[in-house]
């Protein structure tokens, strides 16, 4: 019949796997994994898993800050082009009015000699007129 006892101590498994019984070799702890350690037995360093975490969470929340930022700028853009269309509009209703007042001027001063030269206000305020933007008639 067979026997553990016939067998070497080195095959024989040991009880409570995963702990090291050998006294000449050192068990890193949970920190130690975290941070980084040098291994007292053989001087290797290892490096910690801690940091490139902290790395890791640090450029996912920079990501995510970084979605904000281009939220904030594409919004804030928005709103300078809707105030520079609208500036943009103000300045050619105002030089709109110039010109039709200048032109209604000309006609005024010409209607009583008969001078056929100027023309009508809607025709040269069509020429000469500035359009608003998105209007191209």
Do not use: C
Not at 35 to 55: F, R
Not at 77 to 85: C, L, M, P, S, Y
Not at 129 to 135: C, D, I, L, R
């Amino acid at each position: 019949m067979f026997s553990l006892n016939a067998l070497p101590a080195a095959a024989v498994p040991a009880a409570n796997v995963g702990i090291n019984f050998n006294q000449n070799q050192w068990d890193p702890s949970f920190w130690d994994n975290m941070l980084g350690y040098t291994d007292k037995t053989t001087g290797i360093d290892h490096n910690g898993w801690g940091m490139p975490a902290l790395q890791g969470l640090g450029s996912l929340a920079q990501t995510y800050l970084g979605f904000q930022q281009l939220g904030q700028a594409k919004d804030q853009f928005n709103f300078q082009k809707d105030f520079a269309i609208q500036n943009y509009n103000q300045q050619a209703t105002t030089l709109n009015a110039q010109l039709e007042d200048r032109q209604r001027a000309r006609l005024g001063d010409d209607a009583a000699t008969g001078n056929q030269y100027y023309r009508s206000v809607g025709d040269y305020m069509n020429t000469w007129g500035a359009k608003e933007y998105g209007n191209n008639g």
